[in-house]
Nanobody, 121 residues
Framework: QVQLVESGGGLVQPGGSLRLSCAASGSISSISTMGWYRQAPGKQRDLVATITSGGRTNYADSVKGRFTISRDNAKNTVYLQMNSLKPEDTAVYYC???????????????WGQGTLVTVSS
């Protein structure tokens, strides 16, 4: 089995910064595109940013210039550096892996359990 575990959420004041981490565990041989999504109360889950195994990135317009996604393939970990946070960034942030390959099985659409980010004074 494979698992994605997020960490780094919390309460931060407007204008502050947070760094989220998401580590994949299991007998992993490769991971394709990884990404971060978020879901605010009463709203749908939206894309925040994605990164391919080769490092190509994509961002939602609302976070461009403020958030940076990166990954460490050796550690099977993806990060989201969030700067200049705004109250509207408040949401549960979910990590996603498009495809995780183990020795015998490929897992598609793997999600973490989510980590809450609250931006408030």
């Amino acid at each position: 089995q494979v698992q994605l575990v997020e960490s780094g959420g919390g309460l931060v004041q407007p204008g502050g910064s947070l760094r989220l981490s998401c580590a994949a565990s299991g007998s992993i041989s490769s991971i394709s595109t990884m990404g971060w999504y978020r879901q605010a109360p009463g709203k749908q889950r939206d894309l925040v940013a994605t990164i391919t195994s080769g490092g190509r990135t994509n961002y939602a317009d609302s976070v461009k210039g403020r958030f940076t996604i990166s990954r460490d393939n050796a550690k099977n970990t993806v990060y989201l550096q969030m700067n200049s946070l705004k109250p509207e960034d408040t949401a549960v942030y979910y990590c996603n892996a498009d495809r995780i390959a183990t020795i015998n099985v490929r897992h598609f659409g793997v999600w973490g359990q989510g980590t809450l980010v609250t931006v408030s004074s």
